[in-house]
């Protein structure tokens, strides 16, 4: 089944790579979406793919980057719509 998910993640989550690792996996698993810091500190990513594609990256996501701390994970599951494009960070 495939899904579109909006993810919000906590913690010390800026300034450590953390996007960018998000990406290198998303693409791995071959989903689609962008990741962005926002400005109360927190990550938000919008990704599309395999239901059980996005459960594994968001178990790699728990862990982060070697100096990334995250605290929490809200998510939010959305209907497909097949329109995200390769996975990319938005700044």
């Known amino acids: 089944m495939k899904e579109q998910r909006?993810?919000?993640i906590h913690g010390k989550v800026q300034g450590v790579g953390y996007r960018f690792f998000a990406t290198r996996v998303a693409r791995r698993l071959g989903?689609?979406?962008?990741i962005a810091n926002l400005r109360d500190g927190t990550v938000e990513a919008k990704v599309e793919?395999?239901?059980?594609?996005?459960?594994?990256?968001?178990?790699?996501?728990?862990e982060g980057p070697r100096y990334a701390e995250v605290t929490k994970i809200d998510q939010e599951s959305r209907g497909f719509t097949?329109?995200?494009?390769?996975?990319?960070v938005h700044f």
């Not at 989903?31 to 962008?34: A, E, H, N, P, R």
């Not at 097949?82 to 990319?88: I, P, Q, V, Y």
């Open 6 to 8: 909006i993810i919000r």
């Open 31 to 34: 989903l689609k979406g962008s």
């Open 49 to 62: 793919g395999e239901t059980s594609a996005i459960d594994d990256w968001l178990e790699e996501l728990k």
């Open 82 to 88: 097949g329109t995200l494009s390769d996975f990319d």
